[in-house]
């Protein structure tokens, strides 16, 4: 199969055990031009421009917050977010625990102070949060008429799996979480995922790409269903054994340039 698009998860995937491009990583997929390379990560729109920049694909869309926001050059193809009565309960519970929550919607990065889990995420996606009280961040969102693409939650083991627990016994119908590392729990609309946001995708801007013409790479619980749905869902040799188990081929590690070495093999396939 000769791919009309191809997307990438970021973080284990794509990205090298210094969470950077690698120069071969940047040279394959700019081989792979004129063919889409689309970035579709959980991460938030901020934290995937500068490897847009690096990649030179700044005109290309991205996927962002697990499929819950896609834009195409700033501009908002499409969006959900998560009910704010939803949210402040969410909030409320963590207040009574020690967990920290971090609040997302499109480029707005709220925390309730700069601790070490602000610190660890803003040192790993090159991003500065903006903090402030959640309950001040959850009133002007009210008065915005707008709400959160992503909450993620970062703790004690223990202490996020009560919370997961709470979650899958009140909220089961309308949100989804998932845990990206043990002490880290993203929370996100259940109406969407990446295989959703590849076919809204295509339905805005590649209505002549079918999802047997998508080549997709991913290494998590959230990459499952993208895999399993497009032409050649490639895992990464570190991921998840769930996804190993799943996946149509299997290439080297993130920290190998696997995505990079499916890339040229692929390329001189044709």
């Known amino acids: 199969m000769k791919p009309k698009l191809i997307c990438s998860d970021i973080d284990g995937t794509l990205l090298n055990k210094n969470r950077e491009l690698s120069e071969r990583t940047i040279h394959a997929i700019n081989n792979m031009a004129p063919i889409p390379f689309v970035l579709i990560s959980s991460r938030m729109p901020k934290a995937m421009y500068h490897l847009q920049n690096e990649l030179s694909i700044e005109e290309t869309p991205i996927i962002a917050y697990n499929g819950a926001l896609i834009l195409e050059k700033n501009k908002i193809v499409y969006s959900t977010e998560i009910n704010l009565k939803t949210i402040k309960n969410i909030v409320n519970f963590c207040s009574n625990t020690n967990l920290h929550t971090s609040l997302y919607h499109n480029n707005e990065w709220y925390v309730p102070s700069f601790d070490y889990w602000a610190k660890r995420e803003s040192q790993n996606t090159k991003v500065e949060p903006c903090v402030q009280s959640l309950h001040t961040t959850l009133k002007n969102w009210k008065d915005e008429r707008k709400a959160a693409h992503k909450i993620m939650i970062m703790g004690d083991e223990k202490e996020i799996n009560a919370l997961s627990d709470w979650l899958n016994l009140n909220y089961h119908e309308s949100i989804i979480s998932y845990r990206s590392k043990p002490s880290y729990l993203e929370i996100a609309p259940r109406s969407v995922s990446k295989k959703t946001a590849i076919k809204k995708l295509i339905q805005h801007k590649y209505s002549n790409i079918i999802f047997s013409e998508v080549i997709a790479f991913g290494d998590n619980y959230n990459d499952i269903e993208m ?35 499916f890339l040229e093999k692929t390329l001189n396939a044709y």
């Not at 490639?234 to 340039?257: C, G, H, P, W, Y």
């Open 227 to 261: 895999l399993k749905s497009v032409g050649i869902g490639v895992a990464v040799r570190n991921a998840k054994k769930e996804v190993l188990e799943i996946a149509d081929q299997i290439t080297a590690s993130n920290i190998e340039d696997g995505v990079a070495k």
